[in-house]
Nanobody
Framework: VQLQASGGGLVQAGDYLTLLCAAS????????IAWFRQVAGKEREFVAA????????YYGYSVKGRFIITRDNPGNTAALQMNSLEPEDTAVYYC???????????????????WGQGTLVTVSS
Protein backbone atom coordinates (compact mmCIF):
# COMPACT_ATOMS: atom_id res chain seq x y z
CA VAL A 1 0.00 0.00 0.00
CA GLN A 2 1.26 3.45 -0.87
CA LEU A 3 -0.16 6.87 -0.20
CA GLN A 4 1.39 9.83 -1.96
CA ALA A 5 0.54 13.30 -0.70
CA SER A 6 1.23 16.34 -2.86
CA GLY A 7 0.23 19.95 -3.36
CA GLY A 8 1.94 21.64 -0.46
CA GLY A 9 3.77 24.91 -0.83
CA LEU A 10 4.25 28.47 0.37
CA VAL A 11 1.20 30.72 0.31
CA GLN A 12 0.08 33.94 1.95
CA ALA A 13 -2.55 34.26 4.64
CA GLY A 14 -6.00 34.29 3.09
CA ASP A 15 -4.95 32.19 0.10
CA TYR A 16 -6.20 28.72 -0.74
CA LEU A 17 -4.42 25.48 -1.52
CA THR A 18 -5.51 21.98 -2.51
CA LEU A 19 -3.68 18.91 -1.31
CA LEU A 20 -3.98 15.61 -3.13
CA CYS A 21 -3.54 12.06 -1.88
CA ALA A 22 -3.06 9.27 -4.39
CA ALA A 23 -3.44 5.72 -3.12
CA SER A 24 -2.35 2.41 -4.56
CA UNK A 25 -2.47 -1.17 -3.36
CA UNK A 26 -5.78 -0.90 -1.56
CA UNK A 27 -9.49 -0.84 -2.32
CA UNK A 28 -10.10 2.83 -1.76
CA UNK A 29 -13.86 2.52 -1.32
CA UNK A 30 -13.41 0.22 1.68
CA UNK A 31 -11.26 2.66 3.59
CA UNK A 32 -11.69 5.75 5.64
CA ILE A 33 -9.53 8.61 4.41
CA ALA A 34 -8.14 11.37 6.57
CA TRP A 35 -5.73 14.24 6.75
CA PHE A 36 -3.61 15.02 9.78
CA ARG A 37 -0.99 17.69 10.27
CA GLN A 38 2.02 18.07 12.48
CA VAL A 39 4.26 20.87 13.59
CA ALA A 40 7.74 20.00 14.84
CA GLY A 41 7.66 19.26 18.54
CA LYS A 42 3.90 18.86 18.69
CA GLU A 43 1.53 15.93 18.43
CA ARG A 44 -0.09 15.01 15.17
CA GLU A 45 -3.35 16.92 14.86
CA PHE A 46 -6.53 15.67 13.20
CA VAL A 47 -7.65 17.84 10.29
CA ALA A 48 -10.41 16.06 8.36
CA ALA A 49 -11.80 12.63 7.55
CA UNK A 50 -14.14 11.16 4.98
CA UNK A 51 -15.24 7.85 6.40
CA UNK A 52 -17.64 6.28 3.94
CA UNK A 53 -19.01 6.39 0.44
CA UNK A 54 -22.02 8.40 1.57
CA UNK A 55 -19.73 11.32 2.20
CA UNK A 56 -19.82 11.34 5.99
CA UNK A 57 -17.11 13.74 7.09
CA TYR A 58 -15.45 15.03 10.23
CA TYR A 59 -13.38 18.17 10.68
CA GLY A 60 -11.03 19.47 13.30
CA TYR A 61 -12.31 22.45 15.23
CA SER A 62 -9.67 24.83 13.90
CA VAL A 63 -10.39 24.08 10.24
CA LYS A 64 -14.14 23.55 10.23
CA GLY A 65 -15.80 25.87 7.74
CA ARG A 66 -12.53 26.53 5.90
CA PHE A 67 -11.33 23.09 4.75
CA ILE A 68 -13.19 20.51 2.67
CA ILE A 69 -12.24 16.86 2.26
CA THR A 70 -13.37 14.92 -0.78
CA ARG A 71 -12.68 11.50 -2.22
CA ASP A 72 -12.74 9.94 -5.66
CA ASN A 73 -13.08 6.19 -5.24
CA PRO A 74 -12.60 5.17 -8.89
CA GLY A 75 -9.52 7.36 -9.09
CA ASN A 76 -8.16 6.22 -5.72
CA THR A 77 -7.57 9.82 -4.73
CA ALA A 78 -8.59 12.18 -1.98
CA ALA A 79 -8.27 15.93 -1.78
CA LEU A 80 -8.18 18.56 0.91
CA GLN A 81 -9.34 21.97 -0.22
CA MET A 82 -7.94 24.53 2.20
CA ASN A 83 -9.45 28.01 2.08
CA SER A 84 -8.73 31.18 4.03
CA LEU A 85 -5.39 29.84 5.14
CA GLU A 86 -3.85 31.22 8.32
CA PRO A 87 -0.26 31.16 9.54
CA GLU A 88 -1.42 28.69 12.20
CA ASP A 89 -2.16 26.22 9.41
CA THR A 90 1.56 25.90 8.71
CA ALA A 91 2.49 22.24 9.15
CA VAL A 92 3.39 19.03 7.41
CA TYR A 93 0.16 17.48 6.18
CA TYR A 94 -0.26 13.72 6.03
CA CYS A 95 -2.92 11.70 4.32
CA UNK A 96 -3.96 8.44 5.90
CA UNK A 97 -6.16 5.47 5.09
CA UNK A 98 -7.75 3.00 7.45
CA UNK A 99 -9.96 -0.02 6.93
CA UNK A 100 -13.49 1.01 7.63
CA UNK A 101 -14.63 -0.14 11.03
CA UNK A 102 -17.43 1.65 12.79
CA UNK A 103 -15.81 0.91 16.14
CA UNK A 104 -12.90 3.12 15.19
CA UNK A 105 -12.68 6.76 16.18
CA UNK A 106 -12.16 8.60 12.86
CA UNK A 107 -10.37 11.53 14.50
CA UNK A 108 -7.71 9.34 16.09
CA UNK A 109 -4.45 8.53 14.28
CA UNK A 110 -4.81 4.97 15.55
CA UNK A 111 -7.76 4.46 13.21
CA UNK A 112 -5.46 4.55 10.20
CA UNK A 113 -3.06 1.81 9.15
CA UNK A 114 -1.53 3.52 6.14
CA TRP A 115 0.19 6.90 5.95
CA GLY A 116 1.66 9.05 3.22
CA GLN A 117 5.00 10.78 3.49
CA GLY A 118 3.66 14.26 4.19
CA THR A 119 3.63 17.51 2.28
CA LEU A 120 4.70 20.84 3.77
CA VAL A 121 2.30 23.76 3.83
CA THR A 122 3.70 27.13 4.86
CA VAL A 123 1.41 30.11 5.30
CA SER A 124 3.08 33.49 5.62
CA SER A 125 1.43 36.41 7.39
Amino acid sequence: VQLQASGGGLVQAGDYLTLLCAASGLTFSRHMIAWFRQVAGKEREFVAANVDNDGRTYYGYSVKGRFIITRDNPGNTAALQMNSLEPEDTAVYYCAAGRRDYHKIPTSPRAYEYWGQGTLVTVSS
